[in-house]
């Protein structure tokens, strides 16, 4: 089964920058619509930001202005650059894609923002 693996968190100080990628273990069908969710403890799982197929990008207010969602096709791959990171944005991060015929999430990956 096809599985997409979340890499590039860590530890990094208030108002550094991470880049996290999202990709697919093995080739898939064409992908629709990527998505980032994140979830800190003791809190619900919120949306982050997503991309169409064709590139359109969609942010929640809370990170918008500082996250960049982008893909690429070819590669079935998303990423998140995020900058001026906060403390609230501490959370473990999760990918999840769409394609015609499947749903595919990562396993999630920790971010902790931390002095």
């Known amino acids: 089964q096809v599985q997409f693996v979340e890499s590039g968190g860590g530890l990094v100080q208030p108002g550094g920058s991470l880049r996290l990628s999202c990709a697919a273990s093995k080739s898939i069908n064409t992908i629709y619509l990527m998505r980032w969710y994140r979830q800190a403890p003791g809190k619900q799982r919120e949306w982050v930001a997503d991309?169409?197929?064709?590139?359109?990008?969609n942010y929640a207010d809370s990170v918008k202005g500082r996250f960049t969602i982008s893909r690429d096709n070819a590669k079935n791959t998303v990423y998140l650059q995020m900058n001026i990171l906060k403390t609230e944005d501490t959370a473990v991060y999760y990918c999840?894609?769409?394609?015609?015929?499947?749903?595919?999430w990562g396993q999630g990956i920790q971010v902790t923002v931390s002095s």
């Open positions: 999840n894609a769409n394609s015609i015929t499947a749903n595919y």
């Open positions: 991309i169409t197929n064709s590139g359109t990008t």
